[in-house]
């Protein structure tokens, strides 16, 4: 199974306020992350439960694990840049942390454990423990200061939305594309996995559990086949557009601004490859949109019109991430466009001096 983390490109979202109400108000936005990546945790640690194949269900354990320790990190960044007077914000925070904690222990020792019984068990208290910080970052969310409504009433209205230039759309929804064709794929193999583990199976309750998940990944099916569908079209009609653009090299083209235009530059030759694969960070301060881990890698073709894209070969294929900024704002503009092409599990991740940090140490760093 695939780890989908995250991607970039821009909407505007203005930050106003003292440094220390600008901490305060990314609370909330950070518990949010927290929620959306416990659930992603829930997800595999379930699959997990049913998968009877142990190299797969080794996988999605390793998936559940590692979707728990980003939730905790973005929980623990909500705590530390809450004010003292979001009391009922914080002890809603502090249990769904205390839950992640539990659950990100019993997936380790599914990793540790050779007996299948025992496993299961962990898997099955994980899944509950992962569902439990899912429900408890969402109520905390409600007890966080909202830093929207506040910048309605603080600011004039954001200038009007730029378009982003058809390159980087092209390669976004070719991404798009690559993350609902896996997808798909791993489904129909899930399915079928458990149709077989349903034709064995005598055990009622077993028999009800695994139906629910056969029509519950059927849904999931039909919906991703919409969603592919849409993409296509959507690239068909950009790549049209290129076409026509291309054919017309002599006229007058005005850039149009990108997220790019914020990236973080650095004079070094390497940085000039489509992908950098296994290459280490620039010193410093720098935040990355996490795209996601595709199994069979991705062409560097598709990448273009996105620089820098980083690959890392891990366990299950490469983890790719894009981008590179200074400021936590770029890098949020960033991931609300990606989000909004269809990739919804992107996120951002902070690194200082090539040390992977909490989005609250990357918070207190540029502010100083």
Not at 127 to 132: H, V
Not at 139 to 158: G, N, R, V
Not at 247 to 263: D, G, L, M, R, Y
Not at 295 to 314: E, Q
Request: glycine residues 2%; aromatic residues 10%; positive net charge.
């Amino acid at each position: 199974m695939k780890k989908y983390n995250y991607l970039f490109l821009i909407f505007y979202l203005p930050f106003i306020c003292l440094s220390q109400g600008k901490e305060n108000c990314r609370s909330r936005e950070y518990v949010i992350q927290g929620a959306q990546l416990a659930n992603q945790s829930y997800t595999f640690s379930k699959l997990s439960y049913f998968v009877n194949n142990q190299t797969l269900a080794a996988r999605n354990i390793d998936s559940a694990a590692f979707y728990i320790q980003q939730s905790i990190m973005a929980i623990d960044s909500a705590i530390i840049l809450a004010s003292d007077s979001e009391l009922m914000a914080l002890d809603y925070s502090n249990i769904a942390k205390k839950f992640a904690n539990r659950s990100y222990k019993l997936l380790n020792a599914c990793r540790q454990t050779t007996n299948i019984n025992i496993r299961l068990d962990y898997a099955k208290q994980a899944t509950f423990y992962s569902a439990n910080v899912v429900t408890d970052a969402y109520h905390a969310s409600f007890y966080f200061k909202d830093c929207k409504i506040k910048e309605q009433k603080d600011t004039t209205p954001p200038a009007p939305k730029q378009l982003t230039k058809l390159d980087v759309d092209q390669a976004l929804f070719t991404l798009l594309n690559e993350h609902l064709t896996e997808k798909t794929e791993d489904h129909k193999k899930e399915i079928s996995k458990l149709s077989q583990t349903l034709k064995a199976t005598k055990d009622p309750v077993k028999t009800t559990k695994i139906n629910e998940q056969i029509k519950k990944l059927e849904k999931e099916d039909t919906e991703l086949a919409l969603k592919n569908k849409n993409a296509k079209e959507k690239l068909n009609t950009i790549n049209t557009q290129i076409d026509e653009r291309d054919k017309n090299k002599n006229a007058a083209i005005v850039p149009e601004e990108t997220v790019f235009s914020k990236s973080l530059k650095k004079p070094a030759d390497e940085w000039n490859k489509p992908v950098l694969l296994d290459t280490e960070l620039p010193m410093g301060l720098v935040y990355q949109i996490q795209i996601g881990l595709y199994k069979n890698g991705i062409s560097t073709d598709v990448f273009k019109g996105l620089t820098p894209v980083f690959g890392k070969t891990v366990l299950g294929g490469v983890s790719y991430s894009t981008g590179m900024f200074e400021k936590i704002a770029d890098a949020n503009e960033a991931k609300t466009y990606v989000k909004s092409i269809g990739l919804t599990d992107a996120f951002v991740v902070a690194y200082f001096n090539r040390k992977k940090i909490t989005l609250a140490e990357a918070a207190k760093l540029e502010n100083r």
